[in-house]
């Protein structure tokens, strides 16, 4: 078997407000998100999943 290893690096920049209290316990949740459907970092986790 031929195996290729695939890397990617991906950089994120915050410029938004600091992270409320009770959404701490889940900033490592896969897909978490606080803003609206459709916006966020939340969708750029879908698009690279679909991949």
């Known amino acids: 078997m031929n195996h ?3 890397l990617r690096m991906v950089q994120v920049k915050d410029s ?3 992270i409320q ?3 701490l316990e ?3 949740d896969l ?3 606080t ?3 459709g916006t966020g ?3 750029l986790q879908k698009k690279l ?3």
């Open 31 to 33: 897909l978490f998100t």
């Open 21 to 23: 209290k009770e959404n």
């Open 49 to 51: 999943l679909q991949k």
């Open 4 to 6: 290729k290893l695939s």
């Open 16 to 18: 938004g407000t600091c």
């Open 41 to 43: 970092l939340s969708e």
């Open 26 to 28: 889940h900033i490592f």
């Open 35 to 37: 803003k609206m459907p």
